[in-house]
């Protein structure tokens, strides 16, 4: 077993050596452009795009057409939620997101706030969760756009999209969704699911990283948007810029794996060494809380509160396992997570956070010394922690007058 | 967050760690900051009659470099005077430890919890003469 030990499969996954190796050949021998119609090395390049083109598409239960190739998630919301925004405008001025949602859409909303529209952002209860109800008491007459993750990237809560998609399609709003994180963890498909836009990641299913893309409804209804990059006029129009198509052909096998990693047992597997893990941790130790509901979660994903053990400190401890925090020291802005904030989450237990997000190649002897090291370092940290030692005495830490700094 | 190896020294060795009998008379108690803000330090120190600080003891909860600020301090302040410990300042702790401006706030902490500690003393002290006059 090599150490660091890699969980943390929400902010990026390994690139299947299957996806690098159907990636090869478009960085040596297929280097046309897949835009120069007139000679054999663009349409062997062109025939790389299109072949994963269908692959991305079959994912999510789409037609070819309907997908557009672009630099990542990122670009794919801020294409979504702009693009509908600009082109619908003179219809309406209103969107409706959540206020857990990714900062692709929260900072679009944020731009498209100071360019005259008014946004909603929904609460989420206490297990991360919306209710299609809660989406549709907020439509108006002017909503012309509703944007809600498929699954949050922190705490894996899976959102009721097929009810949200339904109500949204009753009142005649598009409706978006971000399926970055539950891409070849749980089912995806955009008819079943009401879903007119939504945004894919290579790099978050074991493809490479700087490639997306953006499934965009062709019929009943017809999907405009307002382009955000203008150039060659690639993608339709939608998406200007020579393609990647190293990066397409590795993400279109990517998206194929995925697919089967459904049915083959990866998804199985995957869940259970999650469950072993939190099985495992809750036998070992006291004072630990689950964020986020574990009815309506990914499979991969294990968000918790080690109480009385600060993030970032936790996370020097266990430095063997590559996780993530929620942790204020662990931001930039010095404040904890958001998504934490927003279902309620103590701002206390928002700071000894961490999330596990198990992966494709993780292995149950992993998981296994992943329990112990955290077990361990759980220990040596509340041993040296005040607060433990005054809840271990009786003390009531809320009845203590602290000096916020 | 990439920290200088004394920070990690101090984090993954940290001296010192650990309670006295904060009813004590020659022990002082400093607990500061907030659980809200992610750092709490809890210091303690038990000072002669002379007013030499003869042992120090403490527990942190919060990150690397609030733990390592408190082990370091707990160093700065044994064997020393009451006088020298409340000149510690907190640009002292910072530089010691190389800490990054983000972690300034830590070291912060840690002199007032210096602070903290000798202000306990001293009234448990004068609590002490009060008592012994009336």
């Given at each position: 077993m090599k150490t660091p030990i890699y969980l943390d499969n929400h902010a990026t996954t390994r690139c299947d050596p299957r996806v690098v190796e159907a990636m090869l050949p478009y960085l040596t021998e297929v280097y046309g452009n897949a835009g120069s119609r007139n000679h054999a090395f663009g349409w062997a390049a062109q025939a790389g795009v299109e072949k994963?083109?269908?692959?991305?598409?079959?994912?999510?239960?789409?037609?070819?057409?309907?997908?557009v190739f672009t630099s990542g998630a990122t670009e794919s919301d801020n294409l979504a939620v702009l693009g509908v925004a600009r082109f619908y405008k003179e219809k309406g001025r209103h969107l409706i997101t959540s206020n857990i949602e990714h900062k692709a859409v929260l900072d679009t909303c944020h731009a498209l706030e100071k360019e005259g529209f008014e946004v909603t952002y929904l609460e989420v209860d206490k297990d991360g969760l919306l209710t299609a109800a809660q989406v549709e008491a907020a439509i108006r007459p002017d909503t012309i756009l509703c944007s809600i993750m498929h699954a949050n990237n922190e705490v894996g809560v899976v959102q009721p999209i097929t009810e949200i998609g339904a109500v949204c399609r009753a009142h005649g709003v598009i409706f978006h969704t971000d399926a970055v994180q539950s891409l070849g963890r749980i089912p995806v498909d955009v008819a079943s699911m009401n879903v007119d836009l939504l945004s894919l990641s290579a790099h978050k299913m074991y493809g490479p990283k700087g490639v997306g893309a953006l499934y965009v409804r062709r019929g009943r209804p017809r999907i405009r948007l307002e382009p955000i990059?203008?150039?060659?006029?690639?993608?339709?129009?939608?998406?200007?810029?020579?393609?990647?198509?190293?990066?397409?052909?590795?993400?279109?096998?990517?998206a194929e794996l995925a697919r089967e990693a459904l049915t083959n047992g990866e998804v199985d597997r995957v869940r259970s060494l999650r469950d072993r893990l939190w099985t495992g941790l809750q036998a070992n130790m006291?004072?630990?809380?689950?964020?986020?509901?574990?009815?309506?979660?990914?499979?991969?994903?294990?968000?918790?509160?080690?109480?009385?053990?600060?993030?970032?400190?936790?996370?020097?401890?266990?430095?063997?396992?590559?996780?993530?925090?929620?942790?204020?020291?662990?931001?930039?802005s010095l404040?904890?997570?958001?998504?934490?904030?927003?279902m309620g989450v103590d701002v206390e237990l928002a700071h000894t956070s961490i999330r596990f997000g198990i992966g494709r190649f993780n292995t149950e002897e992993e998981i296994d010394y992943a329990i112990r090291?955290?077990?361990?370092?759980?220990?040596?940290?509340?041993?040296?922690?005040?607060?433990?030692?005054?809840?271990?005495?009786?003390?009531?830490?809320?009845?203590?007058?602290?000096?916020?700094h | 967050m990439a920290y200088s190896n004394k920070v990690v020294d101090h984090y993954e060795n940290p001296r010192n760690v650990g309670s006295m009998d904060k009813n004590a008379e020659d022990v002082g108690t400093g607990l500061v900051g907030a659980p809200a803000c992610g750092d709490v330090m809890k210091l303690q120190l038990k000072i002669s009659d002379d007013g030499i600080i003869e042992d120090a003891k403490f527990k942190t909860f919060g990150c690397g470099s609030a733990i390592a600020s408190s082990s370091l301090v707990t160093e700065m302040v044994k064997g020393k005077t009451i006088e020298y410990a409340m000149g510690i300042e907190n640009s002292q702790i910072a530089e010691e430890l190389k800490l990054p401006p983000v972690k300034i706030h830590c070291s912060v902490l840690a002199e007032d919890a210096i602070k903290a500690a000798i202000a306990d003393y001293q009234k448990k002290r004068a609590a002490k003469a009060a008592s012994a006059a009336s």
């Open positions: 994963a083109r269908g692959q991305v598409a079959e994912l999510i239960g789409a037609d070819e057409k309907e997908i990059v203008f150039g060659g006029g690639q993608e339709r129009g939608l998406r200007s810029g020579t393609h990647a198509v190293h990066q397409i052909v590795g993400m279109g096998a990517a006291d004072e630990l809380y689950l964020n986020g509901s574990w009815e309506h979660r990914l499979p991969h994903n294990l968000n918790v509160s080690f109480a009385f053990c600060e993030g970032e400190a936790m996370m020097m401890a266990i430095k063997d396992l590559a996780v993530s925090s929620g942790s204020a020291c662990t931001s930039a404040e904890p997570s958001y998504v934490l904030r927003a090291l955290v077990t361990e370092k759980v220990g040596w940290l509340r041993d040296m922690s005040p607060l433990y030692e005054l809840v271990k005495e009786g003390v009531d830490l809320k009845s203590i007058q602290w000096t916020a | -």
